[in-house]
């Protein structure tokens, strides 16, 4: 079945520095989406891809659909303290929506 | 910021007990869902129900028993549980479209098994 794999399962950084977290999925996707876990909270909706190649920026947060839609990456540029907590992917193929196992950023202030 | 709503927040219960979680959404949605998180599995797909049909159950064990009365209301309910079932339950909604199923989540209720 189709299965989304997510790297590294954590992350500690010092404020200030980037980060970036990579999904890879078994199969090709028809969109891929990202998510926010913060400390105690429940998952949030960031954003979503759809075309092939597709980068998209929300401030310090560039996204990143692979040509091959199968592949995508979420880069954070100089760090804060309130990006600390989990980052999920979560593919959309033909089994409907698949979590990544999530990405747990955290930082040395 | 949510417009999916969980209660209660807090549930600890023992084996022998019989206990009901309840989500409400509030967004117009059509598909709700039932996610179990732990620290061992982040993200488990439980059930999904479509238009207030099941249309997805993940092998997930028969003391657990989800009701969808409607699409605006879902429930989990449970008995005879085990400790291993300790977990954060996130209820989610969407709007099932073509290439869409943006998950909303509710706050989730955080269940201990003694």
């Known amino acids: 079945g189709q299965q989304v794999m997510q790297i590294p399962q954590y992350q500690h950084v010092q404020e200030g520095e980037d980060f970036t977290t990579y999904c890879n999925s078994s199969?090709?996707?028809?969109?891929i989406q990202w998510y926010k876990q913060r400390p105690g909270g429940h998952p949030v909706f960031l954003i979503q891809?759809?075309?092939?190649?597709e980068v998209k920026k929300q401030k310090r947060l560039t996204f990143q659909f692979g040509e091959a839609k199968k592949n995508s990456s979420l880069h954070i540029t100089a760090t804060q303290t309130t990006d600390v907590g989990t980052y999920f992917c979560?593919?959309?193929?033909?089994?409907?929506?698949?979590f990544g196992q999530g990405t747990r950023l955290t930082i040395n202030p | 910021e949510t417009g999916v709503t969980q209660t209660p927040r807090h549930l600890v219960m023992g084996m022998t007990n019989k206990k009901s979680l309840k989500c409400e959404q509030h967004?117009?949605?059509?598909?709700m869902y039932w996610y179990k998180q732990s620290a061992k599995k982040p993200l488990e797909l439980m059930f999904v129900?479509?238009?207030?049909?099941?249309?997805e159950n993940n092998s997930v064990p028969s003391r657990f028993s989800p009701e969808c009365p409607n699409s605006s209301h879902l429930f989990l309910h449970l008995h005879t549980l085990q400790p291993e079932d300790s977990a954060l339950y996130l209820c989610?909604?969407?709007?099932?479209?073509?290439?869409?199923?943006?998950?909303?989540f509710g706050p989730g209720t955080r269940l201990t098994v003694l």
């Open positions: 989610a909604s969407s709007y099932s479209g073509p290439s869409t199923d943006t998950q909303y």
């Open positions: 199969t090709t996707l028809s969109n």
């Open positions: 891809l759809v075309k092939s190649g």
């Open positions: 979560a593919g959309n193929g033909a089994q409907k929506l698949v």
């Open positions: 967004l117009g949605h059509n598909a």
């Open positions: 129900y479509s238009l207030e049909e099941r249309v």
